[in-house]
């Protein structure tokens, strides 16, 4: 069973930064199925930063710039830098692992909360 577990959530100031940490354990054979959302308050889940298939990185264009996506293969973990922050960043941030092309499910973690003060 994939377990996801996301730390690195804070209170922070506009303008600041913040790196979240993924740990990811159970059987995920590839990081390239890894990703980061959000999700706001009244706001649909969206997608912030994913790899892609051949390993290339995809981000939300409110991010472009702002945030990286980053893994260390050896640890299973994927991390998002997230800097230059700004109140409309504030969201709980869940860690993904798309896993149906081969399983059938897709895997979320429990979220951790991200807050920018202004």
């Known amino acids: 069973q994939v377990q996801l577990v996301e730390s690195g959530g804070d209170l922070v100031q506009a303008g600041g930064s913040l790196r979240l940490s993924c740990a990811a354990s159970?059987?995920?054979?590839?990081?390239?199925?890894m990703g980061w959302y959000r999700q706001a308050p009244g706001k649909q889940r969206e997608l912030v930063a994913t790899?892609?298939?051949?390993?290339?990185?995809n981000y939300a264009d409110s991010v472009k710039g702002r945030f990286t996506i980053s893994r260390d293969n050896a640890k299973n973990t994927v991390y998002l830098q997230m800097n230059s922050l700004k109140p409309e960043d504030t969201a709980v941030y869940y860690c993904?692992?798309?896993?149906?092309?081969?399983?059938?499910?897709?895997?979320w973690g429990k979220g951790t909360q991200v807050t920018v003060s202004s």
């Open positions: 993904n692992a798309d896993l149906r092309a081969y399983d059938g499910i897709n895997y």
């Open positions: 159970g059987g995920i054979f590839s990081l390239n199925v």
């Open positions: 790899f892609t298939s051949s390993g290339s990185t």
